[in-house]
């Protein structure tokens, strides 16, 4: 079975600041890995993708994010915020035909001026 | 534009009174699927289709129906809302084994 645990709920940085949104994952096979993001009153669009080929994938808007087996992690990245970066963000694992997406509770990542 | 509808976007309802959700997409994409999304539990999967006439349940089938009779349409259905069906319903497409495309969201409340 697969399941995804994103570690903050909430997270708050200043405007220029580094953003880390922390996701681990258990997957009895080697998963595919989405972080979407959800601005308010909108739907879900895809940031980046792992699916076993460069373990740092580069997303849009210049967000990445490392797989680390090791560490069954999936953590994304952004070197500094900006205010329209505010929004929901879901790290997504999937181990069957690349369909059956498992969910993240999502983190709610607020920008302060 | 390619893209996956929803509609309607906003529902209020009573318990018991039937009601469908209908989702269309133009990508002609096998895969279609039907999520609810509740705050702290992200989306949880309720049904899929990996193709026309093939539905399968996901993980909180539990009061709701599917039917997949063309490959654009995949309406989900609620025979006797109740109120902990209150919830935000997505939409989604995909070629299979390649990432999903979500519509835009259903508001759904039952009274």
């Known amino acids: 079975a697969q399941s995804v645990t994103q570690l903050d709920s909430h997270v708050s940085v200043s405007e220029g600041t580094p953003v880390l949104l922390r996701c681990n994952y258990s997957?009895?096979?080697?998963?595919?890995l989405f972080w979407y993001v959800q601005h308010p009153n909108k739907g879900l669009q895809l940031l980046l993708k792992?699916?076993?080929?460069?373990?740092l994938v580069k997303g849009i808007n210049g967000f990445e994010a490392e797989f680390k087996k090791s560490e069954t992690s999936f953590h994304l990245t952004k070197p500094s915020a900006h205010m329209s970066d505010a929004a929901e963000y879901f790290c997504?694992?999937?181990?069957?035909?690349?369909?059956?997406?498992?969910f993240g509770g999502g983190t709610r990542l607020m920008v302060k001026p | 534009e390619a893209q996956v509808t929803q509609n309607p976007r906003y529902l209020i309802t009573v318990t018991g009174k039937k009601l469908t959700v209908t989702c269309s997409q133009n990508?002609?994409?096998?895969?279609m699927s039907w999520y609810r999304q509740d705050p702290g539990l992200g989306l949880r999967q309720i049904y899929y289709?990996?193709?026309?006439?093939?539905?399968d349940k996901g993980d909180v089938p539990e009061g709701y129906k599917v039917s997949r009779k063309e490959k654009r349409n995949f309406p989900l259905i609620l025979e006797s809302p109740s109120p902990n069906q209150t919830s935000l319903y997505f939409c989604?497409?995909?070629?299979?084994?390649?990432?999903?495309?979500f519509g835009p969201g259903t508001r759904l409340t039952v009274l």
């Open positions: 792992y699916t076993s080929a460069a373990t």
């Open positions: 989604a497409s995909s070629l299979l084994d390649n990432e999903q495309f």
């Open positions: 997504v694992v999937s181990e069957r035909a690349g369909n059956m997406l498992t």
């Open positions: 990508m002609n994409h096998e895969y």
């Open positions: 289709s990996m193709n026309v006439e093939v539905t």
């Open positions: 997957s009895s096979y080697s998963p595919s």
